[in-house]
């Protein structure tokens, strides 16, 4: 079974993203963020980060504000962390997944009852 290299590298960008956030960033707009998904583009120059809050039932604008002034340092930390020619490009992007399932959830306990 082949994986593409994106694969590969999603996988250790989702591992050092979670890792900094919990260690290093201080922001504590993000500290109850967890990374779902990272996809990242063919040519390894697009990160699409996916994360839930947390304890909070929806996305503030706050968890999006500290994730977007955080971004510059994350690619940082990633250049020291990675031996990658590029630095993708983050972009956080909220998983509604886990409303999706949260909903389906409640739906199948009331017709349960």
């Not at 809050?53 to 990675?82: C, H, N, Q, W, Y």
């Given at each position: 079974m082949s994986f593409k290299r994106a694969d590969r590298v999603s996988d250790l960008i989702k591992a050092e993203i979670t890792n900094i956030l919990l260690r290093q960033v201080r922001d504590p707009r993000v500290q109850n963020v967890t990374i779902t998904d990272v996809k990242m583009s063919d040519d390894?120059?697009?990160?699409?980060?996916?994360?839930?809050?947390?304890?909070?039932?929806?996305?503030?604008?706050?968890?999006?504000?500290?994730?977007?002034?955080?971004?510059?340092?994350?690619?940082?930390?990633?250049?020291?962390?990675?031996?990658?020619?590029?630095v993708p490009d983050v972009t956080f992007i909220f998983d509604r997944s886990f409303d999706y399932g949260d909903r389906i959830e409640r739906l199948l306990g009331e017709i349960e009852k």
């Open positions: 390894l120059r697009q990160a699409k980060i996916y994360f839930v809050p947390m304890g909070i039932d929806s996305v503030a604008d706050e968890v999006k504000e500290g994730l977007k002034r955080a971004t510059g340092f994350l690619k940082r930390e990633l250049g020291k962390r990675l031996q990658l020619r590029y």
